[in-house]
């Protein structure tokens, strides 16, 4: 129940954060609504393939996209207002990365992967749909730019792979985890504590 | 036999979209083929993989491949002259659209996916082609900036999934829906009907 | 034992390569890292999920990240050195092309894969994770641009093919193609034999 409210809270993040990314490449309304569902629901897709579940979850259950769609649209018309929350929509993202890649190494243990194998899965459910969201809009995808995102993802992923293996209950570990990733991301984006740049290759303008 | 005959067609008209996009980027004769190939083929790994089919339909039919390779060579050698039959292309891309997205969803119905998955994967088997083709070419994907593209092929996977929940026979269905997908792109064409840009986003020069 | 061997010193230069290439993107050191693993390990994840093998072997061996994340890290710290050894970088990527290639394609017979789809997708496996590189880097991908490199990995990958159809030794088969994909390549950059662009379309200055 408190993990199906956080979904569909991921979902609704990566939705408005895939939005928003469109309206500013001035995409069309329906350039923007493919880039929010695509980046809300491509993490889920690229798990369920990883893992063998045909036809993916994600593309099951209609009220996934039309949460998302419905977000996408409400960012479309009134991105101005939503650009200025952007404080909300950076916690929001956080939110979804570690709900998804928290919740998505729980599905992975669920269906029998080992405990390894789930938790790069879970990590790549939680970096896969902002990747293909750079991927479309030609960008660096900022999985390889920022301040710790693939590391935060990594690290719920692994505290879920140890509730697995110490036998403790899935429900409250993935809470827990997922927390753990929001908060790793609020501290690396307050101290903007970004890794260093190898020596003689000097940062963009 | 009428929907092989189409299908050979869309691989044609897909095949030809990629190789031009290819030539233009400036690509030698190898990547001009290899790009003409993933146009044609890759719609349906897509679908394939989404649907668990192991190894993709695509990549175990040689005719397939045939027929994309030498579309994207005879595209390399007489491309001046096929560019200027520019209206017999964008005819040719819309039935392309239209089969692939109608088949796509015909195809995800008879491995048993539910109504609503099988039109979503039906329309990715019809965008995802051009998708990955202007991926690799580093261009902004076609379906995210032009005039009613995914939703053409949303309404023809639609009309497929209707006619699955009314018993139609799904041959005919699946012409009438492509046959309709090329006709609203036509239509989208003729009157350059883009959807609107948000507001403040200005369209680009 | 041999293959394992070659396997790993293919998982050793295409880290090494998106390490590189990430490098010269300005990417910080976790960027680095998921490019350099993401290169290692993409094509492998790629072939299994053609195959439908869940989840995928790559994802399953932690050895293989060890591998292409120390491998990664080095080229982080000591990059400067490495990129004057562009002879040994090269010949490195042309090993990873040839070992990634064949193998794929005597995996995928494993499985009972149909010979010509075995072929198509070991030249996938070979490629794929340098085209991932270059899409994730934003570059229009190498495979697409360089010298005679998608058909080095079919040639390889045909040659396996043709092992198999004759019942000769996987083992023996795989080194030999393997074999012979490094010297199309190296013959290729020797001559720097680039394949005609189309007529009309000047080559990029």
Redesign the interface.
């Known amino acids: 129940m408190l993990l199906t409210a956080l979904e569909y809270l991921g979902l609704f993040a990566f939705a408005a954060s895939g939005a928003l990314a ?11 609504i ?2 929010g569902l695509t980046t809300a629901l491509g993490g889920g ?1 690229i798990r369920d ?4 579940i ?3 979850t994600t ?2 259950n ?1 009220p996934y ?1 039309a949460v998302c769609a419905a977000t996408a649209l409400l960012v ?2 009134f ?2 207002q939503i650009a200025r929350l952007r404080r909300a929509v950076l916690l929001a993202d956080a939110l979804g990365l570690g709900v998804f890649a928290t919740a998505g190494t729980t599905i ?1 243990l669920d269906t029998g ?2 405990v ?3 938790c ?2 879970g990590m790549t459910t939680g970096i896969g749909g902002g ?1 293909v969201r750079d ?7 900022l ?3 920022k301040e ?4 935060a993802a990594l690290a719920g992923a692994v505290l879920v792979g140890i509730g697995h293996v110490l036998r403790l209950p899935s429900g409250p570990v993935t809470v827990v985890a997922a927390a753990a990733v929001v908060a790793v991301r609020m501290v690396a984006l307050w101290r903007r504590g ?11 303008p």
């Not at 393939?49 to 063998?52: E, H, I, K, R, W």
């Not at 710790?148 to 590391?151: F, L, T």
């Not at 970004?194 to 963009?204: E, H, K, L």
């Open positions: 469109a309206v500013r490449a001035r995409l069309d309304v329906f350039g923007v493919v880039v897709v393939v990883l893992l063998g045909h036809p993916p593309l099951r209609w996209l479309f018309v991105h101005p992975a992967a080992p390894y194998a789930a790069l899965i990747a991927l479309l809009l030609r960008e660096i995808p999985v390889l730019r710790i995102y693939a590391v970004n890794a260093p740049v190898a020596r003689g290759a000097d940062p963009a």
